[in-house]
């Protein structure tokens, strides 16, 4: 830990000292989230991995641990578009990411709290969670872990994005030591940017790799695991309060989410009127289109002397109306991205447990980290032999034709995860261990990587290309495109918890017995899987219909491509002008003064 403090006092005196003068204040800023992206990464396989905890310490029945799991993580995903509502009318990044760190980091303290003195349960410890602070401690974990999510992206990585360089830049010289380079400017600091975002890479990764080995050698100390994620926390976030007075006032804007509930509201209290030339004077130069005609009307200025109908929700702009549209149009595209949750949930339960119950051969962590690499791999080798094709030809159709091969690969996952748990089962069956619930198969769990490498490749395939989709087609899609795709993938992580108990009761009144038992042992996870690759097949012609009949004509671009975001703003403009007047400022144009920036 020493180490690692004199490591981030090095760099941080580097990065804020005048001899670093290539680097702007908003690059320089994101050193003080280093230590929050590296417990991020700490946190990497403890919530992953909290299926084996309460089955394997707390002792919970395979449904029970299941259903806690899944609705961690599906509230945990789905409050993001809460917190990104709350950021934009009411905290703003700097706010929410210390609220967060307190509440994630109190919330791990409780877990570590509620771990029992021995190695685990000696029985069922369900009833007795309510005596300890399991509750409590999940709870804040689940809303300090949706809320730290937004901020933190936006005050690191998001800071090291630049628009695209401006063709008329002149190239100007660059000294660097005691060599002069000729470069573009715009060139010169996307370079630095992304020396900047490979520090953050760094920190990120350093954590992830922490955690692995710590879930390697002492992957049943639960309490330390916790303790350690909530210890890390709290040093990152005094870390990022160091940089707090460099920061200045909030910025709050609307978000889309809110620009579409006004117009909904105005349309449906002015319905009865029509659409007419009677609009704003900055909504003379655009048109509304045919499309969706009854929101429409919301942009009708019922009186031209009346200055108050924006407050009382009756007035939308042009521009607003359009933006609604946009989103309503995507809705029936989003619905069949929630079956992707549903599969993906099963890489945190039902995998973690066949996993848990196999002899040897290969660990559990490093089966997740070749997902990891398999998610990585698939995306990037996509990416260099069909997406520049496709976009040569129809560019349009590039995220939907990724989205769908990632939905094809859903299939293959679960019917190869279905097929090995049948080969476990009757390993089981063979030794006569069935009946046992803490036996493990003699079968080496080598078997399970061909499905941890297709369920990193649907989520290399059809989680980037979602979050491409709306990146290409949701308005603000830059901040929001994120926040749209965790909300739907755990909107789906939800729906799984009532898939399974759907099928445990056909299981029960079809079959007479529960293929969910108290142990995955005594489950059929192989029927349970053919039920979800039946799901899957279904949602793959759902969807080849909805994005065949799908307008891609209203592309908005590349998030890449748009302007970069204010987060943190430097007024340099005037001492640009006055350095290009003056030979003699050019030297303190190059050094940047410390001053208060505004951030949202």
């Known amino acids: 830990m020493g180490t690692w403090i004199w490591i981030w006092i090095c760099i941080c005196g580097g990065f804020l000292s005048p001899k670093w003068k290539w680097f702007r204040w ?4 994101v050193i003080f989230t280093f230590g929050l992206v590296f417990s991020k990464g700490l946190m990497t396989l403890v919530l992953q991995n909290l299926s084996s905890f309460l089955t394997d310490s707390l002792n919970l029945k395979l449904k029970e641990a299941i259903t806690i799991v899944n609705l961690q993580e599906g509230l945990r995903n789905m409050l993001q578009i809460c917190v990104a509502l709350c950021i934009d009318a009411y905290l703003g990044y700097r706010w929410m990411l210390i609220l967060s760190s307190l509440l994630y980091s109190a919330g791990l303290f409780l877990l570590a709290l509620s771990v029992p003195g021995g190695e685990r349960c000696p029985s069922n410890c369900f009833k007795e969670l309510k005596h300890t602070s399991f509750w409590e401690g999940l709870t804040l974990v689940i809303v300090g872990g949706a809320a730290q999510v937004i901020p933190l992206y936006a005050l690191s990585f998001e800071q090291t994005r630049v628009a695209k360089i401006p063709e008329d830049y002149e190239p100007a010289r660059v000294q660097v030591g005691c060599f002069r380079f000729r470069v573009k ?9 992304k020396v900047i975002r490979w520090l953050l890479f760094l920190f990120l990764r350093t954590g992830a790799l922490t955690s692995v080995y710590g879930f390697f050698f002492y992957y049943y100390k639960w309490q330390q695991h916790f303790f350690q994620s909530a210890v890390a926390i709290i040093i990152g976030l005094l870390w990022f309060l160091c940089g707090f007075p460099f920061y200045g006032p909030r910025r709050l804007q609307r978000s889309p989410l809110s ?17 007419q030339i009677n609009l704003d004077e900055e909504d003379q130069n655009h048109s509304l289109t045919d499309h969706l005609e009854l929101l429409n009307s919301a942009a009708v200025k019922e009186s031209p002397a009346d200055d108050n109908l924006r407050r009382r ?28 949750g549903m599969v993906k949930s099963l890489g945190n339960t039902f995998f973690i447990e066949q996993a848990d119950r196999m002899h040897g051969g290969i660990s559990l962590v490093v089966l997740q980290l070749i997902q990891f690499i398999s998610k990585r791999a698939v995306n990037e080798g996509y990416k260099m032999v069909f997406e520049k094709r496709i976009q040569r030809i129809k560019r349009r159709y590039s995220d939907g034709v990724k989205i769908g091969i990632g939905m094809l690969t859903s299939i293959l996952c679960c019917a190869v995860a279905s097929q090995v748990e049948s080969k476990r089962l009757k390993a089981l069956k063979k030794k006569g261990l069935l009946d046992n619930p803490e036996a493990e198969a003699p079968m080496s769990a080598s078997w399970l990587l061909l499905q941890f490498i297709f369920l990193g490749a649907m989520e290399g395939l059809a989680g980037d290309g979602i979050v491409n989709f709306f990146g290409h087609y949701a308005p603000d899609s830059r901040r929001y495109a994120p926040v749209f795709t965790s909300s739907l993938t755990g909107f789906g992580t939800i729906l799984s918890i009532g898939f399974i108990a759907i099928i445990d009761y056909y299981s029960r009144f079809r079959y007479k017995e529960s293929w969910i038992g108290e142990s995955v042992n005594e489950s059929r996870l192989d029927l349970i899987y053919r039920a979800y690759v039946m799901l899957a097949v279904l949602n793959c012609f ?20 748009e302007q970069e975001i204010p987060v943190l703003e430097v007024k340099q403009q005037q001492e640009e002008e006055k350095a290009a007047g003056d030979p003699q400022n050019k030297q303190e144009q190059e050094e940047y003064q410390l001053q208060r920036m505004s951030v949202r």
């Open 313 to 340: 929700w009756r007035l939308c702009t042009v521009t607003e109306v359009e933006q609604t549209k946009l989103l309503l149009d995507i809705i029936p595209m989003s619905a069949t991205f929630i079956v992707y």
């Open 542 to 561: 759902i969807y080849a219909y909805v994005a065949s009949s799908y307008s891609y004509d209203n592309i908005i671009g590349k998030p890449e491509n």
């Open 185 to 193: 400017i715009g060139g010169w600091r996307n370079f630095l940017q």
């Open 259 to 275: 620009i579409m509930l006004h117009t909904l509201i105005a349309a449906w209290q002015k319905r009865h009127l029509k659409y």
């Open 26 to 29: 908003p690059e320089r800023l």
